[in-house]
């Protein structure tokens, strides 16, 4: 167990000048959540304006399920995802257990609800305001869907920023498909847990220190934006 001074120290050396270890991992986890991010947008903005602008039986079941599943508890998404890909699972042929892909499979499955309900609110509110607008341009559902995605453009970067926060943090769910191997599937979370349970501090911290500055560094990027918008409609 290394004192707690001295592993500050040596972590803050690691982040200034970091090993090829570090810099392994943090590439491999912002591979990991950029991809799972990207893929969590092309599925789940396009759900989420269909949702806002489409009404149909069951809809408010619908909207209820969608919901609920941005609560999904990771180690749950973990389970599953590993139960379809383990030898014994229907997609077990495919060999993606224990791959940086099952990684990318849990966290996509893990932030496309929170993806598709952050968008579906933000464009259903600007839906409404546009109604009359594309009643009087006899706009089809794909041309609404394609307006509101390019109008509400900097809201929905918030919302792919959120999704990627919420990815780059989880660990249940990346250790039971992914298995914390070394070289392999070893991300920052993963590799926090490790080193800390085995006492050794300064990888742990170091990497703790990224972490909470990617974090930081989003929520600025949020109320950029935020920002932004708000300058851009007082200016309109």
């Excluded at 991809?35 to 759900?47: Q, V």
């Excluded at 089809?140 to 809201?155: G, H, Y």
């Amino acid at each position: 167990m290394q004192d707690f001074g001295e592993a500050f120290s040596l972590a803050l050396g690691l982040v200034v000048s970091p090993s090829g270890d570090l810099a392994e991992i943090v590439a491999l986890s912002l591979r990991v959540s950029l991809s799972a991010t990207l893929i969590a947008c092309l599925i789940g903005l396009p759900l989420g304006a269909l949702l806002a602008i489409a009404r149909f039986r069951g809809r408010g079941a619908t909207l209820v399920l969608l919901n609920a599943l941005m609560g999904l508890p990771p180690v749950v998404v973990g389970l599953i995802v590993y139960l379809q890909l383990s030898r014994a699972g229907p997609l077990g042929f495919l060999g993606l257990l224990y791959t940086p892909t099952a990684m990318i499979i849990a966290q996509t499955i893990l932030i496309t609800p929170i993806v598709a309900a952050l968008s579906r609110q933000i464009l259903e509110d600007m839906n409404a305001e546009y109604a009359e607008l594309f009643r009087s341009l006899c706009l089809t559902r794909l041309q609404r869907v394609q307006a509101l995605l390019w109008d509400a453009r900097t809201a929905l970067a918030t919302v792919a920023l959120a999704g990627f926060g919420r990815a780059v943090a989880e660990v249940g769910a990346v250790m039971i498909v992914g298995g914390n191997i070394d070289h392999l599937t070893r991300v920052m979370t993963t590799a926090i847990a490790l080193e800390t349970s085995k006492g050794e501090l300064a990888l742990a911290m170091a990497l703790g220190i990224i972490l909470m500055a990617l974090a930081l560094g989003v929520n600025a990027l949020v109320q950029g934006l935020r920002m932004s918008a708000e300058r851009q409609e007082a200016h309109a």
